[in-house]
């Protein structure tokens, strides 16, 4: 049976290098964030391999099989909804909900999911559904970092589920999204490698603490108290960053993977679904960035560690 490892955590945390690392593995497939399935498997958007989807030979398979066996045409597909609906967002219902996540989370309230909700759930596990024939895989790896949908998943499905907490020093995390540009290195149909720059979307500073706050606390907790260590596991992007194959030899043994982490290889093809850049450029794993340090604006480290210097401490990051 296969194992399907979920990495969770905030955005701009790592997720995506990590999701590449344990998929070049033996036995290993990064699936990436694979949410995004119905959204980008179609698009001219680029593959992890370098290809756009819409020609990727891998997915183009898949995109076949996934149509055959559930009798939809391929333009279909960008209508196949794999996101969770917030119950009517917007609404009271929705605020509250908002404001009682850790409770309903820590719960289980799967009671609370709509018709609509439920056949979303469904749909992910018909993605899921691709791999699990593969015979020559035996971990899916998703780092779709959305914990309310792997929990409901990990009822769902009949794999074992393996939860990955990625914790970054929540000062980095915010110095990542406030950086104005992003490149893309991949090739072009002659196969020339070529350098794209693009500009990322304005961030609000206080929204990024807030929310680094509250997920990291929420799945602090849930981690710590409702958990089995044999199911689950901390990783702090700084100590994957420094020490790759030490840390993933702990993990390994901790739950019982069989990974030769001697195999570490960046740069063995791989065929992801969204996340960043990093997913094409990243061939090898850098050490940590500590740009943060003398990069980010005074006021903003102020306010972080303000807001989040208990939960710095509880990750042994220093205040």
């Known amino acids: 049976m296969k194992k399907i490892i979920f990495i969770l955590g905030s955005g701009h945390s790592g997720s995506t290098v990590l999701d590449k690392a344990l998929g070049s593995f033996p036995r290993s497939h990064s699936l990436g964030e694979i949410f995004f ?3 980008i498997i179609t698009s001219d958007t680029l ?18 099989l996934f149509c055959t066996k559930h009798s939809i045409k391929e333009e279909s597909i960008k209508k196949f909804r794999m996101h969770l609906l917030p119950f009517g967002e917007g609404g009271i219902f929705y605020r509250l909900l908002d ?9 289980g309230f799967s009671i609370l999911l709509n ?3 439920k056949k979303i759930i469904k749909n992910n596990i018909f993605v899921f559904d691709l791999f699990q024939h593969e015979t020559q895989i035996d971990y899916l790896i998703d780092s779709s970092k959305n914990f309310r949908r792997a929990l409901f998943l990990k009822n769902k499905l009949k794999n074992k589920s393996i939860f990955l907490h990625l914790i970054r020093d929540g000062r980095a ?39 680094w706050k509250r997920l990291n606390t929420f799945l602090y907790y849930y981690f710590k108290y409702f958990l089995s260590p044999k199911s689950s596991y901390l990783i702090r992007h700084e100590d994957f960053a420094a020490t790759p194959q030490k840390t993933f030899q702990k993990m390994s043994d901790q739950l019982g993977l069989q990974l030769n982490v001697d195999a570490l290889d960046l740069t063995t093809e791989s065929h992801m679904v969204g996340g960043n850049s990093s997913r094409i ?21 102020q306010n972080f560690e303000k807001a989040a210097g208990n939960l710095l401490s509880k990750f042994n990051y220093p205040v």
């Open 47 to 64: 593959c992890s391999c370098g290809k756009k989807y819409s020609h990727c030979p891998f997915w183009k398979t898949k995109r076949k």
């Open 281 to 301: 450029n990243a061939k090898n794993i850098h050490a940590p960035s500590y740009k943060w340090k003398t990069g980010l604006e005074k006021g903003i480290r």
């Open 115 to 117: 018709n609509e909700n």
């Open 37 to 39: 399935f119905s959204r």
């Open 173 to 211: 995390v915010i110095f990542s999204y406030l950086k104005k540009t992003y490149k893309v290195i991949s090739t072009d149909e002659a196969g020339e490698l070529q350098t794209r720059e693009y500009k990322r979307k304005e961030s609000n500073p206080h929204t990024i603490i807030k929310n």
């Open 99 to 107: 404001t009682i996540d850790l409770t309903l989370n820590l719960l």
